[in-house]
């Protein structure tokens, strides 16, 4: 790109500039940044551009397996980044998602310098918290907008938790938590989402999910009231404590009925056991279930045949041996 196309700021904005960073390899950065990138282009927020800034290129080799042609690959080169993101700019494009090295390097600053917004995706473990200061360091020194994202967790792990309270000491965490499942490494593998290769799953709904959040975060950021109108803040009601079911009725909604078939199934509550044996229960109410409060039993004597032993004659004093 060596033209600089002309872009006429009053009739096409800057494209927002969504930058995934972390020093700690392994963290999702690569497999969280393609995800969202290809949900904003399916939620229509595109065209949508990915840059891969990672010597490594997981993004470019995940890209280059891929079919669909959608979201689009630039090549640049960092020093150029000002001047690609104009160009992508006048081209139309409204986001640009870019994946970054694990590392802490000037390249690192000068890339987030670009960002409207920052994504620091940190697994729930003591290695990837203590990772993630020299990071926000970077972020916070620029004064940009940082968003934790939770990845890899461990369904009802306490340490998920634990490591959303530790995170939000630096920052904001993103409401929804994407969990551990095999699908968001092997669709990776043949330059898929999960949402490509299994809509109907529980990965595929969280990254609906986390992309409806940061939707919302970039409208405020780039001040679309007129958007903000028709998409009030969500709730916590709905839209934070109750994830799925929310995305679940916007996929009946949109007619993506086989979808919303496999994530009620996956939804659905496992079988209830079996009644227990009433005779079996220490301690329960009339019927036998444990209704939760312990009673302590009538006294019923002594078992049938037997003497009762409490406070008679064969045991006459406390701390005495009784012959018998
Ligand atoms: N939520 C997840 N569940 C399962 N595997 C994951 C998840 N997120 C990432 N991975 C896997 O972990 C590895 C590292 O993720 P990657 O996105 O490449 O991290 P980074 O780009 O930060 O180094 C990859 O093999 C990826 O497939
Ligand atoms: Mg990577």
Redesign the pocket.
Known sequence: MTQLPDRDPDTTPLAQVVVFA?Q?????????SAHLAVEAERAGAGPVALIDT?PQG?MAKWWNARAADTPAFAHISVPDLARDIEALSAAGYKLIVI?TP?AITSAISEIVSHADLVVL?TRPSPHDLRAVGPTVDIVQHQNKPLVFVV??ATARARITGETAIALSQHGTVAPVT?????D??AS?IDGRTVGEANPGGR?AAEISQLWAYFDERLSRLRGDTARLIDHPLTTFDDDILTPVPKALAQLKQSGERAAAAAVEHALKPPETPPAADPGSHRFGDVTGQWDGVERRREDTGPPPGKPDRRASAARPAFGKRFSA
């Open positions: 972390s700690k390899g392994g963290s999702g950065k690569t497999t969280v990672d997981s994946d694990p995706p990845n890899s994407l969990h551990h499942r095999v968001f490494a990776m990965s």
